[in-house]
């Protein structure tokens, strides 16, 4: 049996793996944002059901992502939160707020949590985020 890591390690190696300028990818954004949905704001229900941002209100999205969580929930989050503001703002800015294709199939990409499994050598190429593809 294969098993992955957690969503919270693949959410921070995705952050962490950034470069200058780089943003998360959907599913990253999409599992972010599900940590935070409580299913009570049409916004956030329509962003981690559809990718959609209601409006074009990026702000109010990331607001009402923020309004369930305790403090301690925020501040454990920061990297995340700061992660998919990024992403969200980014896809304000160019006016891409509508339905993502293929939205509800997208998580963010695990790796194998076997510490063999990405050893230097062990592998010519990780086949973790397409299980399917798995020498394992």
Do not use: Q
């Not at 229900?45 to 607001?63: K, R």
């Not at 896809?91 to 063999?116: A, E, F, I």
């Amino acid at each position: 049996m294969i098993r992955y890591e957690s969503d919270d390690t693949a959410v921070a190696r995705a952050i962490s793996a950034l470069g200058e300028g780089e943003e998360i990818d959907h599913g990253t954004a999409r599992t972010i944002a599900s940590w935070f949905n409580d299913g009570g704001d049409t916004a956030n229900y329509s962003f981690v059901s559809t990718g959609t941002i209601h409006e074009g209100d990026g702000e109010y999205l990331m607001s009402s992502f923020a309004r369930g969580a305790d403090s301690a929930t925020l501040a454990e989050n920061a990297s995340a939160l700061a992660a998919l503001r990024a992403y969200v703002d980014d896809r304000v800015r160019s006016g891409d707020t509508d339905r993502v294709p293929g939205w509800s199939d997208m998580w963010v990409p695990k790796h194998v949590d076997y510490d063999y499994a990405h050893e230097d050598g062990a592998l010519d190429t990780c086949w973790c985020s397409d299980p399917e593809e798995s020498e394992f």
